[in-house]
């Protein structure tokens, strides 16, 4: 009877121990997924956001095909000097452009949004205050204003957002038919989380693209280091033993 008991005491404490990891697995935030947060970024928000000290060729390093790399950027135009007239020549993006604004001028783009300049996208995950976490966050968290609030035309209520700005005029981006309708890769359609946890973790790797080789070359010298210091005590005590 006892050890009825105890095994009933043991199966029940097992369960209430899996149920709080389950809780707690699934409260946690989504993962996300740089290589995917591309295509969040090129098919959404490069609609109005550049980022200029990342260059087309440096999607490789996250895994992007060459092919589809070359494709998008020739889907974009850059300055290329002037013509026998004076008149600014352009030409198709290659993979050594860096990623600019989708609009011809700073002007074109203010324009298009409703007079700001959309930021640009190269290292937002470390100049905008709580980084990608606060990204994340306001990604899904545009809600419909309180009854007693009104809003101008081009105003959108985001709390998550107003912690940062005085008004907010960036539209939901997940509500854009490119984002409903968009696709990665491996088949599956992302809901908002993922595609907010897959383009947060995108802008924290564009921040800084080399980290990871430099890493490796870090990691490479001193092993480098470490031999020559293996070889130098070697060939001292050699000469020594002479």
Known sequence: MKYRSFFTLLLCGGAALFSQAQAKENQEPLKGDATK?????????????????????????????????????????????????????????????????????????????AGDLPPDFSHIASNIAGGTNYINSMLLAYQTPPPDMKLEPGLFYNPVALTHHRHFKMAPPFEQEAAKTLTYPDGTHPSDAQMSADISTFLEWANDPSHNARQISGGLICLYLILMGVFACLWRNRVWKK
Do not use: M
Request: aromatic share 10%; net charge negative; glycine share 10%.
């Open 37 to 113: 947060g591309f295509y969040v970024f090129a098919n959404i928000c490069n609609q109005c956001h550049g980022a200029q000290n990342l260059h087309y060729g440096d999607l490789l390093k996250i895994g992007i095909p060459s092919k589809e790399i070359l494709a998008w950027a020739g889907h974009h135009e850059v300055p290329d000097g002037l013509d026998d007239n004076g008149n600014l020549k352009k030409r198709q993006a290659n993979a050594f452009d860096p990623i600019a604004l989708p609009y011809p001028t700073e002007k074109a783009a203010r324009n298009a949004n």
